[in-house]
């Protein structure tokens, strides 16, 4: 059984804080990892992805991944109230024509002004 | 672009009854899924299509439930017949294979409601 865990929060930050979002995987074999935010009531939207270990920046997000510890992460700088939302991490697993992903059930982040 | 088409948008139904549920991809988009999301379980895989063949129905829930993609821009996901615990939302999402990325663009969305 394939998983992935989050933390279902609700995580509250205040605004201009870094918030931190993790979330771990079962299959040591998982190629891509991604974050998808999803405001209430609306769709799940690609934020980030991530394929090697390290970091990987793209404006007030950094994605971090650690297959070692098969943890991956999303950290938001300078945290603004409209990141305000649920962040779903999602894994690709490994294997010839695998392209289904396996998300978690998501942590809610909450910015108060 | 117009992104993934869901149709329709909200249903209201009563039990028993038969749900047909929409989903146009992204043009030149070759992988389609069918998601359900409710508050207890997440974000669950029904069903994918790779090039309108489906690849893994594992994920449907029981034989009330079927899909079919007669061709690349057309997906239906039917329940027959409903139960209340069929209430959920439904997202259908698309990916291609550019860049070997495979990133998912979902669709708005149907929420279902069962009564």
């Known amino acids: 059984q394939k998983e992935v865990e989050q933390n279902s929060g609700p995580l509250s930050v205040p605004e201009g804080a870094i918030a931190s979002l993790n979330c771990t995987y079962s299959d040591r074999g998982s190629q891509s990892f991604f974050w998808y935010r999803q405001y209430s009531g609306k769709s799940p939207e690609l934020i980030m992805f991530?394929?090697?270990?390290g970091d990987k920046e793209d404006g007030r997000f950094t994605a971090q991944l650690n297959k070692a510890s098969q943890y991956v992460s999303l950290l938001i700088r300078d945290s603004q109230p409209s990141d305000s939302a649920t962040y779903l991490c999602?894994?690709?697993?490994?294997?010839?024509?695998?392209?289904?992903?396996?998300f978690g059930k998501g942590t809610k982040l909450s910015v108060i002004p | 672009d117009a992104g993934v088409i869901q149709s329709p948008r909200h249903e209201v139904t009563e039990m028993g009854q038969e749900v047909t549920l929409r989903c146009k991809p992204i043009s030149g988009h070759n992988s389609l899924f069918w998601y359900r999301q409710t508050m207890m379980r997440g974000l669950e895989l029904l069903i994918y299509?790779?090039?309108?063949?489906?690849?893994?129905d594992s994920g449907m829930p029981e034989d009330r439930f079927s899909a079919k993609m007669p061709n690349a821009s057309f997906s239906t996901l039917k329940i027959q017949p409903s139960e209340p615990r069929d209430s959920a939302v439904y997202f259908c999402a698309s990916s291609g294979t550019a860049g070997g990325r495979n990133e998912q663009f979902f669709g708005p969305g149907t929420r279902l409601t069962v009564l």
């Open positions: 991530i394929y090697s270990n």
């Open positions: 999602a894994v690709r697993y490994s294997g010839a024509g695998s392209y289904q992903l396996t």
């Open positions: 299509f790779n090039n309108n063949v489906p690849i893994d």
